[in-house]
T-cell receptor, first 112, second 109 residues
Framework: DVKVTQSSRYLVKRTGEKVFLECVQD?????MFWYRQDPGLGLRLIYF???????EKGDIPEGYSVSREKKERFSLILESASTNQTSMYLC???????????FGSGTRLTVV | GIQVEQSPPDLILQEGANSTLRCNFS?????LQWFHQNPWGQLINLFY???GTKQNGRLSATTVATERYSLLYISSSQTTDSGVYFC???????????FGKGTTLSVSS
C-alpha cells in the first residue's frame, strides 16, 4: 500500500515562529499536494508540486511556502505562524494529477 | 474557478436508514471523485465517477455530467459510515483536485 506519512499528528506553535510540516510518500509518486481543512470550508488547496523542485500555488498560498528537494518529500513552511493558520493540514500524493490520491493522516496545528 | 457545492451540510441517521448526498459543480468536468473522511481524519477515495453509475457494496454513485451533478447513495447505513463525505473535481488546469465543503454524516445505533 502507498503510504503518505506526515511527521506530526499534533503540533502547537507560537505566533511568529517558523513552522515546518513534513510529508513523505513511499511510492515514487510525481505529484504531491498540501491542503488545509477547516470546519465548514472543506479542503482548500495551498500548494502542489508535480516534480522535484517544481511548485504551483493553489487557492490559498498566502502565508505559506513549500519545498520539494527530493521526490518523496514535500514540506509546507509557515514563514511566520499566525493564529489564523490554526487548522488541520493534509498532505496527499498521486501518480497522476487527478487520480489515485492517497492522503496522510493529517497534522492538527494550533498557533497560540 | 470551478465551484463545488455539496448538500446537505449535515445529516443524522439511525442505523439501517438510507441516504442520498448531492454534489453540484459549476462547469463541465471530466473527473469527479467521492471521498470519505473517517472520524480520525483519514481520507479514503470511494469512487472515481466522471459519468454513469458505480456500486461498491452498500455505496453507489451516479454522475450526470451534462446536468452537472453527482449523487452518492448509502443504503442500510452503519455507524462506521459516519464521517465527512467530500466530492472533488479537477481544477480548470487539470492539475489538482478541488473539494467541496463536505457533508457530515452521523449514524447512531
Amino acid at each position: 500500500d502507498v503510504k503518505v506519512t506526515q511527521s506530526s499528528r499534533y503540533l502547537v506553535k507560537r505566533t511568529g515562529e517558523k513552522v515546518f510540516l513534513e510529508c513523505v510518500q513511499d511510492m515514487d509518486h510525481e505529484n504531491m499536494f498540501w491542503y488545509r481543512q477547516d470546519p465548514g470550508l472543506g479542503l482548500r488547496l495551498i500548494y502542489f508540486s508535480y516534480d522535484v523542485k517544481m511548485k504551483e500555488k493553489g487557492d490559498i498560498p498566502e502565508g505559506y511556502s513549500v519545498s520539494r528537494e527530493k521526490k518523496e518529500r514535500f514540506s509546507l513552511i509557515l514563514e511566520s505562524a499566525s493564529t489564523n493558520q490554526t487548522s488541520m493540514y493534509l498532505c496527499a500524493s498521486s501518480f497522476e494529477t487527478g487520480y489515485g490520491y492517497t492522503f496522510g493522516s493529517g497534522t492538527r496545528l494550533t498557533v497560540v | 474557478g470551478i465551484q463545488v457545492e455539496q448538500s446537505p451540510p449535515d445529516l443524522i441517521l439511525q442505523e439501517g436508514a438510507n441516504s442520498t448526498l448531492r454534489c453540484n459543480f459549476s462547469d463541465s468536468v471530466n473527473n469527479l471523485q467521492w471521498f470519505h473522511q473517517n472520524p480520525w481524519g483519514q481520507l479514503i477515495n470511494l469512487f472515481y465517477i466522471p459519468s454513469g453509475t458505480k456500486q461498491n457494496g452498500r455505496l453507489s454513485a451516479t454522475t450526470v455530467a451534462t446536468e452537472r451533478y453527482s449523487l452518492l447513495y448509502i443504503s442500510s447505513s452503519q455507524t462506521t459510515d459516519s464521517g465527512v463525505y467530500f466530492c472533488a473535481v479537477h481544477n480548470q488546469a487539470g492539475t489538482a483536485l478541488i473539494f467541496g465543503k463536505g457533508t457530515t454524516l452521523s449514524v447512531s445505533s
